[in-house]
């Protein structure tokens, strides 16, 4: 990629001399880079070109995150002691004062200031680190819930609806359009043979028994931010933070944060959902936002990991159906790989149910009791 990194820099309105550019991090979706500044004491930046085929409105897609960032800084300038810089994303303004940039190319790009001394994770090692993933969930999702000024843009409509997931699914396999359907029916079959059961969220939602939320939509582990001491720094990776259901959140941060191979784990016999990560990142996640769910919404939780991880595995293999249009891939089967590694992991989510029902069903009702006895 022959970008002239420099030169889309210094579009932006920011402080420091550019000393060089460099991709970063494992993002599935844009051209991430991580500018570094000659001058010690001032910021370094992640400079993003967009992928304006899947966002294809970028105007509103900014729009939303400008509205989040705002408004979570205003409650985090009410909390004493807290590091903005590092605990919300900035975004760094244009010189003609929007938040991106269109260069000669017509790619879009825009910068944030790199949150400093950062750790960040594809695997979860300990129930320490899941328990404040669980809690940089909660929090978020807690600053949100007063967020003023009406919906945010639904900015990929139908994100996680698993109904409109399998509508393009089954177009898909008609299609075939790279000839791969044929070496894909096992794969095909274990998708379909769990459709129906996965469409509870979407029912309940339209009876009105769980409420739309601000989520996140995108809960992976390497979106949430741990500082230098492995504590609940940072959420990032604002692009879909849209309306949706609380299940989204925390399906798709056990999906990865119980994982114990990685997403596109090639040896299935390494993947496994740990449960005590499970509980641990349930124990973050419940303390903060238990008292704001209401009773169908924790009675669905343990229910989440499985749709989202199923979810995305539907996604994985109609991309790879599709000759792999969406996601960014490093080799041929790579779609297919990772959605082998999920469905293995569905069926692991499968046969510890029980024990996750259990679990949340003990973590809410001691929430409960704590707050009668207060
Ligand atoms: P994608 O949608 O492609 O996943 P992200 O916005 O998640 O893009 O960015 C990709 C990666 O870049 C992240 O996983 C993280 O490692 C890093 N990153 C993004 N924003 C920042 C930031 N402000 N500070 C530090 N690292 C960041
Ligand atoms: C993408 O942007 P990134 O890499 O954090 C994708 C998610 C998937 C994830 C699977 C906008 O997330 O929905 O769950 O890959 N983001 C988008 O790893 O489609
Ligand atoms: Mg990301």
């Given at each position: 990629m022959g970008f002239n990194l420099k030169e889309i820099y210094d579009y932006f309105v920011k402080d420091g001399t550019f000393l060089n550019g460099e991709p970063y991090g494992s993002g599935h979706i844009h051209d991430t880079f991580r500018i570094v500044t000659v001058e010690k004491d001032k910021d370094d930046y992640i400079l993003q070109r967009l992928n304006n085929k899947i966002f294809k409105n970028i105007p509103e897609l900014q729009h939303n995150i400008e509205r989040v960032t705002v408004h979570l800084r205003n409650k985090l300038k009410a909390v004493p002691g807290s590091d903005i810089k590092r605990e919300c994303l900035s975004l760094i303004p244009s010189r003609d004062g929007k938040s991106w940039i269109i260069d000669k190319e017509g790619n879009y790009w825009r910068m944030y200031i790199f949150i400093s001394n950062h750790r960040s994770y594809n695997i979860v090692d300990s129930p320490d680190k899941a328990f404040e993933g669980g809690k940089a969930i909660g929090r978020f999702q807690a600053m949100l819930s007063d967020m003023p000024g009406g919906p945010l843009f639904e900015i990929i409509p139908w994100f996680h609806d698993i109904e409109k997931r399998l509508q393009t699914f089954h177009l898909k396999i008609k299609e075939n359009p790279v000839g791969r359907v044929g070496t894909v029916s096992d794969e095909i079959n274990q998708v379909l043979q769990r459709a129906e059961e996965m469409k509870i969220i979407l029912k309940l939602g339209e009876e009105g028994k769980i409420p739309l939320r601000i989520t996140h939509n995108d809960t992976k582990f390497n979106n949430i931010l741990l500082d230098e001491n492995d504590k609940a720094l940072c959420v990032i990776d604002l692009d879909t933070v849209m309306p949706g259901y609380i299940h989204y959140d925390f399906g798709d941060a056990i999906r990865t944060v119980?994982?114990?191979?990685?997403?596109?784990?090639?040896?299935?016999?390494?993947?496994?959902?740990?449960i005590h990560l499970f509980k641990a990142y349930s124990e973050g996640f419940l303390s903060e936002t238990g008292g704001t769910l209401n009773d169908v919404e924790k009675e669905y939780l343990a229910f989440a990991p499985g749709l989202i991880t199923y979810t995305i595995a539907v996604r994985f293999l109609t991309d790879f159906i599709d000759g792999d249009n969406y996601f960014k891939t490093h080799h041929e089967l790579h779609n297919l790989q990772r959605a082998r590694a999920q469905l293995r992991l569905v069926m692991s989510m499968e046969e510890q149910y029980g024990e996750m029902k259990k679990i949340i069903g003990k973590l809410t009702k001691k929430r409960q009791k704590t707050k009668v006895k207060r």
């Open positions: 119980t994982n114990t191979a990685s997403e596109d784990e090639k040896d299935l016999s390494k993947i496994k959902m740990d």
